[in-house]
């Protein structure tokens, strides 16, 4: 008899514990993640740098000045287009665009200045493929888009 409570106490007792393991037990964070500017980040280019393949950054409705390089597959993405404004102040590219398979849309993207002899202005898109851009304003620029050995 005392061995037949002691085994049901021991069952009980690794049972107990590998349930207190199990609920213990955090999925790692995988796969694409939203940041957003300027909550998360102060800056397109910060979320931009601190980004990883296949993130979501999303903007905040606001004017953003200066330029900015994606160089990662992101979907940069503007709350409203009417109202989420990237001007480049007249003194370069907007958005230069050096990778693959990225997306942006959703703003107005205006002052860029032509920056390279291939072209440049509001959105300059270099070497690249697979890129989709819809749902901008593209609007007083040198040049709107420029496609440079790009697909």
Known sequence: ???????????TLFLTGMLTFASNTQSAE???????????FKTIQEAINNATFGD???VRAGTYYGSIIV????SLIGENKNTTVLDGNRTSIVVNVTASSM??????????????????????????????????NVVDNLV????YNST
């Open 1 to 11: 008899m005392f061995r037949k409570l002691f085994s049901g106490l021991m069952l």
């Open 30 to 40: 995988c796969g694409p993640r939203r940041i957003t500017v300027p909550d998360d």
């Open 56 to 58: 979501t950054i999303f």
């Open 71 to 74: 160089n990662k597959t992101v």
């Open 103 to 136: 997306e942006i849309g959703g703003f107005t993207i205006t002052g860029g200045l032509l920056q390279t002899p291939m072209g440049g202005g509001g959105i300059y898109l270099s070497n690249v493929s697979d890129c989709r851009i819809l749902d901008n």
């Open 144 to 147: 709107g888009i420029c496609a």
